[in-house]
Every structure is written in C-alpha cells, then in structure tokens.
C-alpha cells in the first residue's frame, strides 16, 4: 500500500520557521510530482506549492510567496516544504499530494498522506 508520511508539524511562534517532510514508502518520488497542501479549520484545501517530476516548482498560494520554499531529496525519496516567517493564518494541517506526471496541479492527487498539524501562535 503507497503511504506517504507527513512529520515536522507543531507549534510555532509568529515569525518563527518549520521544516515539514513528506516522506514516501512504495513509491519513488523522483517518478511523481508531488505538492505541499493546507486545510485551516472552516476551509477548504488549498494548494501551495509542487515541485514537478523535473524539478520545476509552481506556486498555487500568494499569501506564501518569499516564505515557503520546497525541496525535493532523490536520496531520501523525501519531499520539503520549508517555511519561515511563519504567521497565525499559517494554523493548518499541512498535507502532502503525489501525482504520477511530469506536470504539478493543485488538485486530484493519486497519493495523499494524513496531514501534519501546524499552529502558530504566541
């Protein structure tokens, strides 16, 4: 069964930086595109970033733009999304997606992991 494993979730202080990881079992991600997604209590969930089979990064969310970056790391088979400047409307669950395709879209994913908590606040 294809799993992939959100961690790097908790509480943060306005201003402060997370590291969340996505991690892949069964699967290579080096082979999928695979993007960063969020659901705050109340909303529906919204992209923020994917990074492609390539390589190439696309951005869904303004609101993160200068902020999160993402990573991908072929040895680990691990996907990053590095967030800094963190801020209380970042208060989600962080959700990582998996899409068989050279090509990023911020929704239908094949592969989904369970979410990892994030709350900023003082």
């Known amino acids: 069964q294809t799993q992939l494993v959100e961690s790097g979730g908790g509480l943060v202080q306005p201003g402060g930086s997370l590291r969340l990881s996505c991690a892949a079992s069964t699967l290579t991600l080096a082979d999928y595109s695979t993007g960063w997604f969020r659901q705050a209590p109340g909303k529906e969930r919204e992209g923020i970033l994917c990074?492609?089979?390539?390589?190439?990064?696309?951005n869904y969310s303004d609101s993160v733009k200068g902020r999160f970056t993402i990573s991908r790391d072929d040895a680990r088979n691990t996907v990053y999304l590095h967030m800094n400047n963190l801020k209380p409307e970042d208060t989600a669950t962080y959700y990582c997606?998996?899409?068989?395709?050279?090509?990023?879209?911020?929704?239908?994913?094949?592969?989904w992991g369970k979410g990892t908590l994030v709350t900023v606040s003082s």
């Open positions: 997606g998996t899409l068989r395709s050279w090509f990023c879209r911020d929704r239908g994913m094949d592969f």
């Open positions: 990074i492609s089979r390539s390589g190439t990064v696309s």
